[in-house]
């Protein structure tokens, strides 16, 4: 990638998120709104922003449409990590699996092809290593959730190349951006002006 993905997502985050934040409480959608509520009340029983890193992953993939169950599983705190994550349905090449809540958990375990691979303790560690694993590894993006990897690719970390795409081959008109991404990223760029 040429930079490192933990400085310039941190960065990102910071500038944003904010905005991202307001813009999403302005679209007037009950899912949206019911999970502001859940992110607020997880900042607040936890007394710092870090709900928000998860929190805004679910927020992009309700507005884009997409399962973010395709990419982040949680576990019972209860059970012991590794019972849970050999129990669950790891569909996905690159799956990251949340011990406990996924807004209040404190340790994010990354697997690769249904195999634990490494464990971080903060979730936007566990957000960059999850995304850097389908460039390290060469993987496309899942074919059912391909917008949010895509998003965090183009809006956060400024990777946009001018051909190509690591989305699967889709039928119909090609475009090297995918149109929910372009659309949300052309709001965002008009939003408060």
Known sequence: MGFDIMEKMSSNFEHRVPKLYRYFQQVAKPKIEATHKKIQ??????????????????????????????HVKSTDKEKSADTCI???????????????????????????????TTKVTNPLSGVC??????????LQYPEKA???LEFIQRIFLGINPDCGTKRQKMKGKKSAVNPVVLKLAGEMSNFGK
Do not use: C, R
């Open 41 to 70: 009340d997880a900042v607040d029983k936890k007394e710092d922003n870090s709900p928000q890193v998860m929190g805004l992953l679910m927020l992009l993939s309700e507005h884009l449409g997409e399962d973010l169950g395709e």
């Open 86 to 116: 050999e129990a669950m349905d790891l569909q996905g090449p690159v799956v990251l699996v949340a011990h406990g809540k996924v807004l209040t958990a404190t340790l994010f375990s990354l697997t690769i092809g249904g195999k634990e």
């Open 129 to 138: 290593v999850w995304f850097a694993a389908y460039y390290v590894f060469n």
């Open 146 to 148: 391909p917008a949010l």
